[in-house]
């Protein structure tokens, strides 16, 4: 079984001794009773893991002995989902699935058919439930590189996202060219724009296409917004050599 994944500081893992305490100490001693001996892994969540070994435990914390550090390089190309807000939970199973595929950036849309608003006074509770989801899920994925997640972006905001790519695809059911199709860049950014669940509207297809994004079709079936994402990341990651 593989050891657990735990988040630290990078000045922490540089260390040859390492307490885990705050919360994800906390965790460990509690919620996983961990005990000396045991295997665990830290990250920092930027590429830094270091293999440790529990050497004391706490009430709420643990003291470990750092037994190797690697450092993992940036992905390249970068996945990013431009992903439109699901309705209820389904935005965080969004973006749970997105993280343990390997998306490296998911960012929040207002699409106009989203029946899902984030108001002003919600806004940063709703950004703080999907960067938890995204770390919880990071964590039990196994990844050294946790996702952003990027703040709310307007559909100005996702056309910025979409000019700036290397490549951009924008999912949609009656497009003629199938995602398959699509050759990945060696590197950069790929970015690809779900829309919600009433779909894309023609003033914004308008203006992705203004900026560059090309209209594919993901498969012969209509997918939800919180699957589609997931399932458009998963057929990129496999077509750039990241699967």
Known sequence: MSPPVFIAGTDALRRGTVVLDGP????AATVRRLKPGERVDLTDGEGLLAECVVTETGRTSLTLDVLARHRHPRPS?????????PKGD??????ETMTEVGVDEIVPWAAARCVTQWRPERREKALGRWRG??????????RSRLPLVADLASTAGAAER???????????????????AVAPPADGEIVLVVGPEGGITA???????????RPVRLGPTVLRTSTAGVAAAAVMLAAAGRW
């Open 133 to 142: 989801t995204a770390r919880e899920a990071g964590k039990q994925a196994r």
């Open 24 to 27: 994800e100490g906390r965790h």
């Open 203 to 213: 003033e914004e297809l308008e203006r992705f296409a203004a900026a560059g994004g």
């Open 90 to 95: 389904r935005g965080e199973l969004a973006v």
């Open 162 to 180: 979409v000019a700036a790519a290397s490549l951009a695809l924008v999912l949609h059911e009656e497009a003629d060219t199938p995602l398959s």
């Open 77 to 85: 190309p970068r996945i990013v989902v431009v992903q439109a807000l």
